[in-house]
């Protein structure tokens, strides 16, 4: 048995770790939902931000934009041109697909200062591209409402998970300390 922990002990250290940051940023982010209830901004600060993100963003590529907040659910109404065509809910907020990202990179950690440097570098990305994921998305939307499944529930996914492992890989290749102290 401790030949075989010895063996496989840099999967169970990655795995223990990954799953440790994982459980303390999502309980950290579930409380932060919590407690963002009923305040100012809503449904929530961050998601609240991705919206008028979105708004100002699509306003700079030419379409008249509003968003205002959903009577009946924790969203926000995404309308363009007149025309309700989206709604910004938290999910949307890219918030969970960072800490996905964080925890896997913390789990293959590096040297402090490579790493820190790679985890906010590697979040502002995934915020940014999320941003113009979520502007793209509005604009297919908007001009072909008919490809709704295709836009949502396939391409745009592909966008931000394919960058989210991406950069998974740019970072095992490059950067994490894979060196096998068996050999």
Request: a positive charge; hydrophobic letters at 50%; charged letters at 15%.
């Given at each position: 048995?401790?030949?075989?922990?010895?063996?496989?002990?840099?999967?169970?250290?990655?795995?223990?770790?990954?799953?440790?940051?994982?459980?303390?940023?999502?309980?950290?982010?579930?409380?932060?939902?919590?407690?963002?209830q009923?305040?100012?901004?809503?449904?929530?600060?961050?998601?609240?931000?991705v919206?008028?993100?979105?708004?100002?963003?699509?306003?700079?590529?030419?379409?008249?934009?509003?968003v205002?907040?959903?009577?009946?659910?924790?969203?926000?109404?995404?309308?363009?041109?007149?025309?309700?065509?989206?709604?910004?809910?938290?999910?949307?907020?890219?918030?969970?697909?960072?800490?996905?990202?964080?925890?896997?990179?913390?789990?293959?950690?590096?040297?402090?200062?490579?790493?820190?440097?790679?985890?906010?570098?590697?979040?502002?990305?995934?915020?940014?591209?999320?941003?113009?994921?979520?502007?793209?998305?509005?604009?297919?939307?908007?001009?072909?409402?008919?490809?709704?499944?295709?836009?949502?529930?396939?391409?745009f996914?592909?966008?931000?998970?394919?960058?989210?492992?991406?950069?998974?890989?740019?970072?095992?290749?490059?950067?994490?300390?894979?060196?096998?102290?068996?050999?």
């Amino acid at each position: 048995m401790k030949e075989l922990f010895k063996k496989y002990k840099s999967v169970i250290k990655f795995i223990l770790t990954f799953l440790l940051v994982y459980s303390v940023l999502s309980i950290s982010y579930k409380l932060y939902l919590d407690y963002s209830q009923g305040s100012k901004f809503y449904p929530d600060y961050v998601t609240n931000l991705v919206a008028k993100q979105t708004k100002s963003l699509l306003e700079t590529v030419g379409y008249k934009a509003q968003v205002v907040p959903h009577p009946n659910e924790a969203s926000m109404k995404l309308i363009i041109n007149k025309k309700y065509v989206a709604r910004v809910i938290e999910g949307c907020n890219s918030i969970s697909i960072i800490i996905l990202f964080v925890s896997f990179i913390i789990a293959f950690a590096s040297k402090f200062k490579v790493t820190l440097f790679y985890l906010l570098s590697g979040c502002i990305l995934i915020y940014v591209v999320n941003l113009f994921r979520i502007v793209m998305l509005s604009i297919g939307l908007y001009n072909y409402p008919w490809r709704r499944e295709i836009l949502h529930a396939v391409i745009f996914p592909l966008i931000i998970y394919g960058l989210v492992f991406l950069l998974w890989m740019f970072w095992v290749n490059r950067f994490a300390n894979l060196k096998n102290k068996n050999d």
